[in-house]
């Protein structure tokens, strides 16, 4: 009996779900007909592609993330690297047409017959061979393939070549080198090369190989490494090697290393899959529950191809890019942006993805004479701090955001309260957060209340600039908190330590309330009720940050919800995501999908506008801003996990914001603080189980709405619960333990 129970209790813990998940996909009956709006992204976290799924021509636009003009000294701004083009002349009449993205496997697919012939393409890119796989084909027959392939450069700095069957082109920006490489491998049929293509006759199969990267280096003085020939040398052997191995064998080793990260959480809101194209599904986006589950999925899938491999964060598109002038120079933004595209990271159980971000944040952090540290001198200051624009050259300008390296270092302690893992504390997250508090230590001056105040700061993007704005306060509150207890954690340097404590009892926490009942923004200019302007600045306490809650104070989170409902149900993409979590921790869920919905609203416009009535997603579900923005992308993953979990405040509260949308689902591998792995089952708004899984044998706190009837081991054993106050319930836990929790319906 007891054998059997444990046999459940494992098998509900790694399998939840035989549901509706293996079917996350976006599809579309032609292919795509404008970049921004409808071609399909793939990438592996530094290489990407977007296809557009063209048949008598196929464009593969590609970048790399480190791709930049630009130098320490001038700005610059990310690039396009190129296009692969595949003509196919004789396919001009087609049918049975059909372009799919799974995000269950990572394989873009291109399917359609051409007088009753049927072809099939693939596409992914894989992170263990480092390129863009490309697969034609026509099952079950022979010797019908027959294209040409062309690569073209977006800059044409160097001397591009065709030599037998592989592509090169070269060159270099203002400071770094460039180099892609393409291996066209034909499975019978014949191969023929001219100056500028390759030519492929009836084939019956065909591998395409993409390669492409730069000497770009984080870790140097220079930010350059290789030489041009070192970095010709090094991609001509990793395509090499990658076309030693067969189609087949790329593929599987493309699925083992994708699926073991995207499995990890499953999202299942008894959705039955929809038999409309993704566009027409989001055309109806207020109907669909499917959609809800895959764009959160879709989040989780983008963070995979985008921030995995090389120590850099992705941009503000990610790292999708066809335009050598784009939007802000498609760079790392630190007001809102860059760490929106890292909220879901730790929740949805991509923690590694989160660790480009923070390797590069402390790179520049403790960089000697780096611009980071320039800035902080400049004023007289220790440590280091930022301003609103950064590119992968440490060069940062346009308008001061000092307190950004406060919201940085939250991102460097939120891995730390995910993971447990103490020695990333000491050696990495800590120097960073200690170099952050000194630049505070310096700058912060008393009011005439004898409280500590940031001088002259910025609400972004709005206002005068003043003492003590909310934004700077209640950032530097998290970080003087989150070092503190750092600080405990590691024993650190007791000097540090007092000073730290004096400091942050007297800091302004930047939460105060105004005269309408909001939460205000700043200290001597006006809050304006009505003010929809899309920066959420002064509710950084209550997302991102942890100082409101209804846990905590009634009053403040009142007033956040007032702040909260004068700014709207409207916004830039971002803004909308940003809502919804926000509304989540107000534990408002009908409140938060309505925020969700908003962001599923179907956007056209592909150019700059402020406007709060243009945000939403393009038929591809990349977030419009607009135009495409990957942060809202990701702000709306991280919203809809915010939904269902919460774990900031020490405890874990179980379906905090449950919409009324989704009465029956179930979640599964949900991370929370502490180093949880947490599960739930829910029916009729409730949860029927919920199933933890101890990483670090941290004790469990819990709050749920409902009573906790039980909670077993793994064995079946009844584990003594403690009852802390209304709701909250703990137990001690083992490192590397599952338990179930069952609950009953009365309180
Ligand atoms: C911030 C925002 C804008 C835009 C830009 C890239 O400046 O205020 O809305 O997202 O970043």
Known sequence: MIKKLKAFILFS???????????????YDKPAVEWMTSALPIGNGELGGMFFGGVETEHLQFNEKSLWQGSPKVRGAYQNFGDLYLDF?????????????????????????????????????????SAIVMRISSPGNKGKISFSVNLKDAHHTGENQVKENIFTIKGKLNLISYNAQVKVINESGQLTSTQDEILVENADAVTILLTAD??????????????????????????????????ALLKERHLKDYQLLFDRVQLDLGATTPDIPTDELIRKHKESIYLDALYFQYGRYLMLSSSRGMDLP??????????????????????????????????????EC???????????????????????????????????????????????????????????????????????????????MKS???????????????????????????????????YAQQLIWELFNQTL?????????????????????????????????????WKIQPDIKGNDHRHLSHLMALYPGNQISYHLNKTYADAAKISLESRGDEGTGWSRAWKIACWARLFDGDHAYKLLKAALHRSTLTVI???????????????????????????????????????????????????????KGSIKGLKAEGNFTVNINWEDSKPIVCTIYSGSGNKCSLYSDLKINKVVDQKGRSIKIKKDKAGFFSFETKEREIYSISFSDNK
Request: aromatic share 14%; hydrophobic share 35%; net charge negative.
């Open 485 to 521: 207890k750092a600080s405990q954690i590691i024993n650190a340097d007791p000097e540090f330590v007092n000073t730290l404590k004096i400091k942050f009892a007297k800091l302004d926490n930047g939460i105060e309330i105004g005269d309408w009942g909001q939460i205000r923004e």
């Open 436 to 470: 952050a508090c000194e630049f505070w230590f310096d700058r912060l001056k008393e009011d005439t209340n004898g409280k500590l105040v940031a001088p002259d700061e910025w609400s972004p993007e709005q206002g005068d600039w003043e003492d003590g704005v909310a």
């Open 314 to 351: 992705n941009n503000l598109q990610g790292i999708w890019n066809n335009d050598n002038m784009p939007p802000w120079e498609c760079d790392i933004h630190t007001n809102i942006n860059i760490q929106m595209n890292y909220w879901p990271a730790e929740s949805t159980n991509l923690s």
């Open 609 to 663: 506008s402020m406007d709060n009535d243009k945000g939403g997603v393009y038929d591809n579900l990349f977030d419009s801003h607009p135009p495409f923005q990957i942060d809202g992308n990701f702000g709306a993953t991280a919203g809809i996990a915010e939904m269902l979990l919460q774990s900031n405040l020490g405890f874990i509260h179980i379906l905090p914001a449950l919409p009324s949308a989704w009465t």
């Open 89 to 129: 002349p004789s396919h001009r009449n087609y049918t049975d047409y059909k372009r799919i993205l799974s995000l269950n496997d990572a394989i873009g697919t291109v399917t359609y017959k051409v007088n009753g012939v049927s072809y099939l393409r693939e596409y992914f890119v894989s992170n263990p061979d």
């Open 354 to 432: 989160h660790l480009p971000f923070i390797n590069y944040i402390k790179t520049e952090a403790l960089r000697e004479g780096g611009s980071w540290r320039q800035l902080a001198e400049n004023i007289g200051a220790r440590g280091w701090t930022l301003n609103t624009q950064s590119t992968i050259f440490g060069h940062t300008d346009w308008n001061a955001n000092r307190p950004a390296n406060a919201w940085y270092c939250m991102h460097l302690w939120q891995h730390y309260a995910y993971s447990n893992d103490v020695e990333y504390l000491e050696k990495t997250a800590f120097p960073v």
């Open 214 to 247: 730069t000497n770009y280096d984080l870790y140097s003085s220079n930010y350059i490494g290789e030489t041009e020939n070192q970095l010709q040398k090094r991609l001509f052997d990793r395509i090499s090697s990658a076309s030693s191995k067969t189609y």
């Open 13 to 27: 813990f790694l399998s939840i779900t035989v549901f509706g998940q293996k079917d996350l996909k976006l599809w």
